[in-house]
């Protein structure tokens, strides 16, 4: 059967339309994957921001820094983004570095003050916390309290800005880079505790995150993992 001209028309015209639709049902069903999949990181920044549905969706982010830590990573040849599970070796070699500073700086009077003061008092301390059940990574008295790797690692940054850049950092700015590198070395752990904190209205900070002040609040999280980044 021949069609006339304003029925091939019609035809035309419904097949357009049906192909419209099709088209705009796949890009919907696209986005909803995409929305699904939300990803939000929280990067270097003294105050991090996270997605606002965090507190009503399942949302995958990261707290890890990224990038060369200003002043001092140069100066020391490391990164951020060389401690990661995609790179052992450099993981460690980093670690490493970061640690045979706590071994090779010895403090003066003053500045055995300010360490203790950083990594005992401030915000009741800050600890490996994961890899040991230590209060903090030193004594009251200032001598090591746990001999992971990792601690080694935040006690060398401490000893290294006190000594080297004492007039730059201030306390609480020493405690927050050390805060960097700790939710480096447990990036699961620590996104979940930070996902609690949010929850709860607790500003998002490397403080807030890593140090001892929200200690254990991640235990709210209905699951969660403790893996770690680097050996103890």
């Known amino acids: 059967m021949t069609l006339g001209k304003d029925e091939a028309n019609m035809v035309a015209m419904g097949l357009l339309i ?3 639709f099709i088209a705009g049902f796949n890009s919907y069903q696209l986005s909803g994957v995409g929305k699904a ?7 270097n920044t003294n105050t991090l921001a996270t997605p606002a549905a965090a507190a009503t969706q399942t949302i995958s982010f990261s707290v890890s820094p990224t990038g060369v830590p200003a002043i001092y990573g140069t100066e020391l040849g490391v990164s951020f983004d060389d401690v990661t599970p995609a790179n052992p070796q450099k993981t460690e070699a980093t670690i490493a570095i970061l640690g045979k500073l706590d071994d090779s700086i ?11 003061t950083i990594l005992y008092t401030m915000e009741n301390g800050i600890a490996c916390e994961y890899c ?5 990574v030193i004594f009251e008295t200032g001598e ?21 850049h004492p007039a730059e ?12 590198w700790k939710t480096l070395f447990f990036p699961g752990i620590l996104a979940q505790k930070a996902q609690v904190l949010q929850q709860k209205g607790v500003e998002l900070n490397y403080i807030n995150i890593a140090s001892n002040k929200y200690r254990g609040i991640e235990n709210q999280a209905a699951t969660g993992t403790g893996a770690m980044v680097g050996g103890c």
Do not use: P, W
Request: charged share 20%; with cysteine.
């Open 18 to 20: 049906a192909a419209l």
């Open 37 to 43: 999949g939300v990803t939000g990181n929280i990067v």
């Open 106 to 116: 010895t403090l003066t009077a003053e500045q055995k003050a300010r360490y203790i």
């Open 132 to 136: 040991c059940g230590a209060r903090s």
């Open 144 to 164: 090591a309290a746990c001999g992971c790797a990792h601690s080694y690692a935040m006690r060398g940054v401490t000893k290294y800005l006190l000594t080297e």
């Open 169 to 180: 950092y201030t306390d609480a700015q020493i405690l927050e880079e050390v805060g960097k």
